[in-house]
């Protein structure tokens, strides 16, 4: 133990903290890298999303015009084509979801590991 004024600290306890504190530091910056990261991909994903409803209601109403047409003519290439951006554009927006469920589950395991680390040190402080 050391002396500090009229109090003993131990110097494992103050160990402890200084690892804590230089652990935990950049801690709030990368929480906020991450989150500011999910918040990009949802606002892309988003206006993609608002592009393929729009998309799907162009689509809809040439096909409605189209009804009484044979189904060659229901499904020109321009039809076709149509409907290949909108899928393309439906996957990019299911990429987008899987890479903010996959920077959550960083950050989750982040933040679950420093308090699992936390937990363990308080166990023997």
């Known amino acids: 133990m050391a002396e500090r004024g009229k ?15 230089t652990e935990l530091g950049p801690i709030p910056e ?5 989150f500011r990261l999910i918040r990009d ?13 729009e998309m799907c209601r162009q689509q809809m109403e ?4 189209k009804a009484g047409q044979a189904k060659q003519a229901r499904h020109s290439p321009e039809d076709q084509a149509l409907s ?4 393309a ?12 469920m996959h920077i959550a589950a960083q950050v989750y395991d982040m ?11 308080l166990t023997k402080f």
Do not use: C, F, T, W
């Not at 109090?7 to 504190?21: C, D, F, M, S």
């Not at 991909?41 to 409803?53: G, I, K, M, T, Y």
């Open 30 to 34: 990368r929480l906020h890298r991450n």
């Open 62 to 65: 040439a096909l409605q015009g």
């Open 41 to 53: 991909l949802d606002e892309r994903s988003a206006e993609l999303q608002a592009q393929v409803d």
């Open 89 to 100: 554009m439906q996957q990019q927006i299911i990429n987008m979801a899987e890479e903010k």
């Open 111 to 121: 933040v679950d590991l420093h308090i699992r680390n936390l937990d363990e040190d």
């Open 7 to 21: 109090e003993k600290v131990p110097i494992e306890g103050a160990e402890l903290i200084e690892k804590y504190i």
């Open 84 to 87: 290949k951006s909108i899928q």
